[in-house]
């Protein structure tokens, strides 16, 4: 993944720049929220079916070392070879050797966040091996050599002409041709042709059950299924919160997933993964990779119960304005402003200040994180251990030394306004940037108290 | 330690007290009127089409016209005549030349279109996918309302893989336009009998 | 004329006037005390207040806010009920407010502070305002009092519609509401969001200011004036016609 080395704030402000753009993403994204509430109104039992959601994650969150002892053990019972990685270098390392032992040339790839969240392509490029991407979108971002900007639909910060130039440059595809269902066709075509010549297929995995030892992969194009079933070795990763107890419980997951995530009733294929068909090596990879410390952070646990529907993404205000990219990281968005402050605090101490505290992520969030709440403690603890610039902090020392003093904020107040001081926000000069774009408050002749000392007070 | 004994170890220490599952109280989810019409509503809006048959007869004499007119035709119904058995060894060059797949669901589900296949009634994981058209006959005595009361029917893990398909194969990632046939089948017809 | 008047005598009301509402919109103040005197409170001042903390706290500040909590606790010990007209603000203090010095006086806060059109609603359970203002008015849910303190319904739950601030403003004459197409999409200031994100903050703004303006609005109007303030400061920038007036102010606004 090519990591840009802006700041969340810093990006986001070159993505607005092309303000036509910047609207274009938002109405897609907030058109993909309104598919979802659409969806979401047609079950009269939709909040409870995210209660039940969630205390299943609670659940398994609270025995899931027992859980994952049983999935292996029954994954082992079905002839799958479940291997354990406690870091993306260990997850990549597992696979490359599964690669080089067989001595593969042929990889093709469906969805997986995980192995972005590895760089798994990285490492293996790296390595002298290439992994096609199937999904799509997955693969129009290959093509250009950039990151995924949304982890349900890859490349939705580009415009049809941007696959059409993207296409014609790496598929042969006419020239100025930006009819979606054209453009499809050619990727339908070129990736057949690397379906049926693989010989290795990675997937990721939706959800891990524990009573079965079985995987379930969610797709709507069908390139897991055409991967993993043509080629004679599949990998399956996963992070170890995609266990759920029992099949049973997969009618609650598959019932909000696709209506959270796009709208529709379920994803077009619910592909359930046992046993490694006749000839055929399956392999699970189950990842740590910080996830076991999240665990341990009361306040931040519950953001393992994501179910990666990206319903979040597409409700925040923010992302919408700022796009994918802006977030640096493999999960944008509002879950990832949480997750990753957790695998690199330094490195994405911006993300959970890149939010108004709204709180529309946690209200459609399927499994009930409490997102907002979430990003508001990890600015304490990012302030606690240091990874806020000085001049913040400096700026709100000063203010809460004033604000905690009645004295002192009176004269504040009264010396010409210069209360505006006080404010970060607030500070009356050009290089200030609230006044960039707007104007100040125009400062009254009296405070509230001041009228009410004179009016009131007997 | 290895990898494995790390991540357990630190689970099992950092693991909140435990908790209880929900109760999951299927007395409590939508209810159709009438579960056919639920299910074409819904397989129609997913890009789908059915077709309710009084009897399974016009089927076959559909089968047998495309046979005849020499295109590659995949049967795994008993009740439509012959039955391809052996799928098994071909290969995924093999099965893209596939025309349409004639396949029987177990249960189908009114509230989202979705037909559960076990891996004995497609003959070969990677028939349904890789064709180019798909059909699916379903009993009308099959449908179920919800998932909840699909996966009291269904085992899935009774076989090596099972799925849940819900119309043709499509994709929105270019510009959220919709397209029909992305990798897999480009038309789903579902039969009702 | 104020049917439920006198009953409320008895009550204890502590103003809070928020800090920027005190330097910066005292009208707010003058409006939001006004109408709780007239609808019978017995409202009182407490003239040592400051802050509630939060523009520290959603900073990751919240450490340093412990003075300005003390000072709250401080002020508003012993009142029936401290009402003050910005959601956002009583959010703050419904769930960080903390004394340890004070705990029992710190809860008491938390589980008595309203914001001004939940306390109308909730508590007073007015049913006729003796107000007008015929203007076209927008109204902004700010995200604070309607996610947080349950103002309305919100767009993204699957629940019954509700509305605290419209059932309030259709008790107002001659007011012609209307509502953006996103009626709950937030404004984009977000407390010290609107400089350390200046870029997505603004667009923010401009988008709900766009909605607005497509409904012919004459005012804004929404129950936190630091959405308002941040609103104000763009259609002022940008030389439009359409101004922001805090809640209190309509409902205070004389026949």
């Known amino acids: ?458 | 330690m290895s990898a494995r004994e790390t991540i357990l170890k630190a689970i099992s220490a950092n693991k909140p007290t435990l908790v209880d599952l929900p109760a999951i109280d299927l007395a409590t989810v939508i209810q159709y009127g009438d579960l056919v019409e639920q299910y074409k509503t819904v397989l129609q809006s997913i890009g789908g089409g059915t077709i309710e048959l009084q009897d399974i007869n016009s089927l076959k004499a559909e089968l047998q016209t495309k046979k005849a007119n020499g295109d590659f035709v995949v049967n795994r119904i008993a009740a439509l005549g012959d039955v391809e058995n052996s799928l098994d060894h071909l290969t995924a060059t093999d099965l893209a030349a596939v025309d349409t797949a004639y396949l029987e669901g177990s249960i189908a589900v009114a509230e989202n279109g979705a037909i559960w296949l076990y891996e004995s009634q497609m003959g070969n994981r990677l028939l349904p996918f890789i064709c180019q058209h798909l059909v699916i006959v379903i009993e009308r005595k099959n449908i179920v309302p919800t998932m909840h009361h699909a996966y009291q029917q269904i085992e899935t893990a009774k076989e090596g893989f099972g799925v849940f398909l819900a119309g043709p194969s499509k994709t929105a990632d270019i510009e959220q336009s919709l397209v029909i046939g992305a990798h897999g089948a480009r038309s789903l017809i579902v039969y009702i009998i | 004329m104020w049917p439920i008047g006198n009953k409320n005598v008895h009550m204890k009301v502590g103003l809070f006037i928020p800090c920027y509402i005190d330097q910066f919109y005292p009208q707010v103040g003058i409006a939001t005390l006004q109408l709780l005197e007239k609808l019978g409170c017995n409202v009182s001042f407490p003239l040592n207040q400051t802050c509630c903390g939060q523009p520290m706290a959603n900073s990751g500040f919240a450490a340093l806010s412990k003075n300005c909590d003390k000072n709250f606790v401080a002020n508003f010990r012993g009142f029936d009920y401290i009402v003050g007209p910005s959601g956002s603000c009583v959010l703050h203090l419904k769930e960080h407010l903390h004394d340890e010095q004070h705990p029992g006086e710190a809860e008491h806060i938390r589980k008595h502070v309203y914001e001004l059109t939940e306390f109308l609603v909730d508590i007073l359970k007015i049913e006729k305002l003796n107000a007008s203002f015929s203007h076209k008015v927008g109204l902004h849910n700010s995200c604070h009092g309607q996610r947080g303190l349950h103002l309305s319904s919100m767009s993204e739950r699957m629940l019954p519609a509700f509305s605290k601030p419209q059932q309030l403003l259709s008790m107002v004459k001659g007011l012609e509401l209307s509502l953006p197409v996103r009626s709950d999409e937030c404004c984009g200031f977000g407390g010290t969001f609107c400089v350390f994100e200046e870029a997505v903050s603004v667009k923010m703004g401009k988008d709900r200011i766009t909605e607005h303006s497509a409904n012919k609005v004459e005012y804004i109007t929404g129950g936190d004036v630091s959405c308002l303030m941040h609103l104000e400061g763009i259609l002022k920038r940008n030389g439009s016609s359409v101004k922001t007036i805090h809640i209190a102010e309509i409902l205070n606004s004389n026949a």
């Open chain 1, 1 to 458: 993944m090519s990591t840009s080395k802006l700041s969340h704030a810093e990006a986001a402000e070159q993505f607005i720049k092309d303000e036509p753009r910047t609207d274009w993403h938002d109405e897609t994204l907030w058109f993909v929220r309104q598919k979802r509430d659409k969806a979401a109104h047609g079950l009269p039992e939709w909040e409870k079916l995210r209660e039940w959601a969630s205390q299943i994650k609670d659940h398994t969150l609270s025995n899931l070392d027992n859980y994952l002892k049983e999935f292996e053990s029954k994954a082992q019972d079905n002839g799958v070879i479940v291997h354990w990685a406690a870091d993306g270098e260990e997850h990549n390392r597992i696979i490359y050797d599964i690669i080089t032992h067989h001595r593969i040339k042929k990889i093709v790839k469906s969805k997986s966040m995980l192995t972005e969240e590895c760089g798994l392509n990285e490492f293996l490029h790296a390595k002298g091996i290439e992994t096609v991407d199937t999904d799509l979108g997955e693969r129009i971002v290959q093509f250009r050599n950039e990151p995924p900007s949304h982890i349900v639909l890859p490349a939705i910060h580009l415009k049809k002409q941007d696959v059409s130039d993207t296409f014609h440059e790496h598929l042969h595809t006419e020239k100025g041709n930006n009819d979606p269902q054209y453009l499809t066709e050619a990727a339908r075509q070129h990736l057949r042709e690397k379906f049926i010549e693989s010989e290795l297929a990675i997937t990721g995995v939706n959800f891990a059950v524990a009573e079965t030892g079985g995987i379930v992969v969610c797709t709507n194009e069908g390139n897991a299924d055409m991967g993993a079933h043509a080629a004679n070795i599949h990998i399956a990763c996963m992070g170890f919160e995609k266990m759920i107890p029992k099949a049973e419980h997969l009618s609650v997951f598959l019932r909000l997933l696709a209506r959270s995530a796009t709208g529709q009733p379920i994803t077009t294929y619910s592909s359930h993964f046992h046993k490694p068909r006749e000839g055929q090596d399956m392999h699970i990879v189950i990842v740590d990779n910080g996830r076991s410390r999240q665990l341990g952070r009361a306040d931040f646990r519950n953001s393992l119960k994501c179910i990666r529907c990206a319903a979040c993404f597409n409700t925040c205000p923010v992302y919408r304005r700022s796009g994918g990219h802006s977030y640096h990281t493999a999960v944008a968005g509002p879950i990832g402003s949480i997750l990753n402050p957790n695998i690199d605090m330094r490195a994405n101490a911006d993300l959970p200040f890149a939010s108004t505290l709204c709180g529309s992520c946690s209200n459609v969030c399927p499994v009930k994180i409490d997102i907002h709440d979430q990003l508001w403690k990890w600015r304490q603890v990012l302030v606690e251990e240091g990874y806020v610039d000085t001049t913040k902090k400096v700026g709100l020392k000063g203010m809460a030394f004033v604000l905690a003093r009645p004295g002192l904020y009176r004269f504040a107040g009264k010396a010409g306004r210069a209360m505006m001081r006080m404010f970060p926000w607030l500070l009356n000069n050009k290089l200030n940037p609230w006044y960039k774009q707007r104007e100040m408050p125009a400062p009254p002749k009296e405070s509230f108290r001041d009228w009410y000392i004179k009016n009131k007070q007997q």
